[in-house]
């Protein structure tokens, strides 16, 4: 009887990019999975080359080899290419655990290469992964087994926070979390500029701004008892300078426009899957 392989890897990634490079740094920063327990396979074979000797993850020769060395792998190639990486790997992947996160592509659409005993989830991070304050939306099909959903969770974890979300409501979900940050940016960069409008440099608006927004978010987790109305009430004194900033802010719709932004950005997702 044939000995089983022994996998060398705990978790690979199947594209190296941005944030797969981020999520493979939050899981050696938190110590769940030190990069020498990872290995990863792309297509640009010298950047992975150059950061493998980096960090000390193996590499795969190619797509299928990576099945060789781990069965949980994280698919991180772009949308468009999803489909021909799973062609490539269907015959590989067998018993393992693929955990997608492209953007778009619905847990149909990865399965249908795919051999039935492949476990799938499919996860969206968001840009502050990078910096291991990430919100990852997490869905799996019903059949999924209980230990493949609570390993993506445990994975995404490590570089953040984390939310079991029906698939139907995704795109809403990434609207607010996967887009949240450009939105959250251009209001500070809105606060920034007027800052400086007002004479500060730029350096000291910079640093005004990006402080105080961090410190508001952090005192609304601090304190979830309270609503963001009870804390804005906080903050705004009867007759005082924030009710009036508050009310130019509302007599310009910014509620409203904020409504929009989310009902466009979930559209949007709609169309693309």
């Not at 149909?108 to 990078?130: C, D, E, H, K, Q």
């Not at 493949?148 to 809403?172: P, T």
């Not at 410190?215 to 009710?243: K, Y």
Request: proline share 4%.
């Amino acid at each position: 009887m044939k000995a089983k392989a022994v996998k060398s890897a705990e978790i690979g990634f199947l594209g190296y990019g941005r944030m797969a490079q981020a999520i493979s740094q939050g899981l050696d920063r938190s110590g769940l999975v030190p990069y020498r327990r990872q290995a990863a396979f792309d297509v640009l074979s010298g950047k992975l080359d150059e950061l493998a000797a980096e960090r000390g993850f193996a590499t795969a020769k190619n797509a299928k080899n990576l099945f060789d060395l781990t069965s949980t792998v994280i698919l991180a190639v772009k949308p468009h290419q999803v489909e021909g990486a799973l062609k490539e790997i269907a015959g590989a992947a067998k018993n393992s655990l693929i955990i997608s996160i492209a953007a778009g592509v619905s847990l149909a659409a990865l399965a249908a290469p795919l051999p039935p005993t492949v476990g799938l989830v499919r996860v969206i991070p968001n840009l502050p992964a990078l910096v291991g304050q990430g919100m990852t939306l997490i869905c799996a099909p019903k059949s999924a087994k209980e230990v493949h959903l609570e390993q993506a969770e445990k994975i995404f974890k490590a570089v953040g926070s984390v939310v079991v979300l029906d698939e139907k409501l995704f795109n809403e979900g990434t609207a607010v979390s996967g887009s949240g940050p450009a939105y959250f940016f251009l209001v500070m960069e809105a606060m920034i500029r007027g800052a400086v409008r007002l004479g500060l440099t730029w350096d000291m608006a910079r640093e005004l701004v990006l402080q105080t927004a961090l410190g508001s978010a952090q005192a609304a987790l601090a304190n979830p008892q309270m609503s963001l109305a009870e804390l804005r009430d906080q903050v705004t004194s009867p007759g005082g300078t924030t009710a009036e900033g508050l009310f130019e802010l509302e007599d310009g719709a910014v509620v409203s426009l904020f409504f929009r932004a989310l009902e466009a950005a979930a559209e949007k997702g709609r169309s693309l899957g």
